[in-house]
């Protein structure tokens, strides 16, 4: 192992991104997890950081602990290990707060243990998805968003088949966080068992349109793409004053509203960055006037990728299909 403490960070992540539940994620600059780990003489963990005293600091429980004994498993490697987890990101907000931990602890490890790369991108899915499972399911949206930046399209989780983008620059993002802590589990539970033909294939359409947008930098088509008639109508009921940030959003100038992954985070998209931050300020604004405390930034997709000393000669584009 590498010496001393070795840390990575993951980045906050856009999963559904409008059309595309459980499909399509976009990892974005700004909030991170950071995830550090030293080889010690017995397994310990400790959070620190954002609502550090909600989330379970017992090394088996908690997300970044499973991935990495998901990883040790995955390697032979069996050293103990002393980890600490700083949250930058709030649980149950829809930035991937889960999937950031995990995808920091994952990084972590690889950095200690190089040798651990034998593994490959799919391994590393494979075992990080372990501490998604634990609370969220087995999604692999956020966390290939955090592991490979850029956008990322879910095609099949078993086998797992999954396809990466680089974003361009030219489409900004008004994000805005409410302090309403909306739980992935909860919120799936209120999601339709069955979808009219014709939800389907708007769905269908404007996800594939968006994917498209997104590579050539169209905010303003992506911002028409955004339109979901699956998951948000029924979520967007439990998110006071969602009705009140979409009006303010694309009244101030963006081209498309939605919210990341299951709430309570919203997003806009927007063609410069004087219509991300007026659109940032008003659905901040709109909030506030239903009583609700947000906090609003803007940003643009990171297109870095993680996981790039396992992708060898790999650019930009990405594809993986496991069997």
Same mark, same amino acid.
């Given at each position: 192992?590498?010496?001393?403490?070795?840390?990575?960070?993951?980045?906050?992540?856009?999963?559904?991104?409008?059309?595309?539940?459980?499909?399509?994620?976009?990892?974005?600059?700004?909030?991170?997890?950071?995830?550090?780990?030293?080889?010690?003489?017995?397994?310990?963990?400790?959070?620190?950081?954002?609502?550090?005293?909600?989330?379970?600091?017992?090394?088996?429980?908690?997300?970044?602990?499973?991935?990495?004994?998901?990883?040790?498993?995955?390697?032979?490697?069996?050293?103990?290990?002393?980890?600490?987890?700083?949250?930058?990101?709030?649980?149950?907000?829809?930035?991937?707060?889960?999937? *950031?931990?995990?995808?920091? *602890?994952?990084?972590?490890?690889?950095?200690?243990?190089?040798?651990?790369?034998?593994?490959?991108?799919?391994?590393?899915?494979? *075992?990080?998805?372990?501490?998604?499972?634990?609370?969220?399911?087995?999604?692999?949206?956020?966390?290939?968003?955090?592991?490979?930046?850029?956008?990322?399209?879910?095609?099949?989780?078993?086998?797992?088949?999954?396809?990466?983008?680089?974003?361009?620059?030219?489409?900004?993002?008004?994000?805005?966080?409410?302090?309403?802590?909306?739980?992935?589990?909860?919120?799936?539970?209120?999601?339709?068992?069955?979808?009219?033909?014709?939800? *389907?294939?708007?769905?269908?359409?404007?996800?594939?349109?968006?994917?498209?947008?997104?590579?050539?930098?169209?905010?303003?088509?992506?911002?028409?793409?955004?339109?979901?008639?699956?998951?948000?109508?029924?979520?967007?009921?439990?998110?006071?004053?969602?009705?009140?940030?979409?009006?303010?959003?694309?009244?101030?100038?963006?081209?498309?509203?939605?919210?990341?992954?299951?709430?309570?985070?919203?997003?806009?998209?927007?063609?410069?960055?004087?219509?991300?931050?007026?659109?940032?300020?008003?659905?901040?604004?709109?909030?506030?006037?239903?009583?609700?405390?947000?906090?609003?930034?803007?940003?643009?997709?990171?297109?870095?990728?993680?996981?790039?000393?396992?992708?060898?000669?790999?650019?930009?584009?990405?594809?993986?299909?496991?069997?």
């Amino acid at each position: 192992m590498v010496s001393g403490w070795v840390t990575a960070r993951a980045l906050a992540t856009i999963a559904n991104v409008g059309p595309g539940f459980d499909v399509f994620c976009l990892a974005i600059r700004g909030p991170s997890d950071a995830v550090s780990i030293r080889e010690a003489d017995e397994d310990s963990l400790r959070v620190e950081g954002v609502e550090a005293s909600s989330i379970s600091s017992k090394f088996t429980e908690n997300t970044a602990g499973i991935v990495l004994n998901a990883l040790r498993r995955a390697t032979g490697i069996e050293t103990p290990l002393e980890v600490r987890v700083n949250k930058g990101l709030p649980a149950g907000r829809g930035l991937g707060s889960s999937a *950031a931990s995990c995808a920091a *602890a994952s990084l972590a490890f690889l950095k200690a243990y190089p040798e651990s790369s034998h593994l490959g991108p799919a391994g590393v899915l494979q *075992a990080a998805v372990e501490g998604e499972a634990a609370v969220a399911g087995r999604h692999y949206d956020n966390l290939a968003g955090a592991l490979l930046g850029g956008f990322v399209s879910i095609a099949s989780s078993d086998p797992l088949v999954l396809a990466r983008e680089p974003v361009s620059p030219r489409i900004r993002f008004a994000v805005v966080v409410p302090e309403l802590v909306l739980r992935t589990a909860d919120m799936r539970r209120v999601l339709p068992e069955m979808v009219p033909l014709k939800d *389907a294939v708007s769905n269908v359409g404007k996800a594939a349109t968006l994917a498209l947008a997104l590579s050539r930098g169209d905010a303003a088509l992506a911002g028409r793409c955004l339109e979901d008639r699956f998951a948000e109508p029924k979520r967007a009921s439990f998110l006071t004053g969602y009705a009140e940030a979409r009006k303010a959003a694309l009244d101030a100038g963006a081209t498309g509203f939605a919210i990341s992954g299951s709430g309570s985070t919203v997003f806009a998209t927007a063609a410069s960055d004087k219509d991300a931050e007026q659109s940032a300020n008003a659905m901040r604004d709109a909030f506030l006037a239903r009583g609700v405390n947000a906090n609003a930034f803007t940003t643009t997709v990171s297109n870095s990728i993680p996981l790039r000393s396992l992708l060898g000669n790999r650019g930009p584009r990405f594809s993986l299909v496991t069997e």
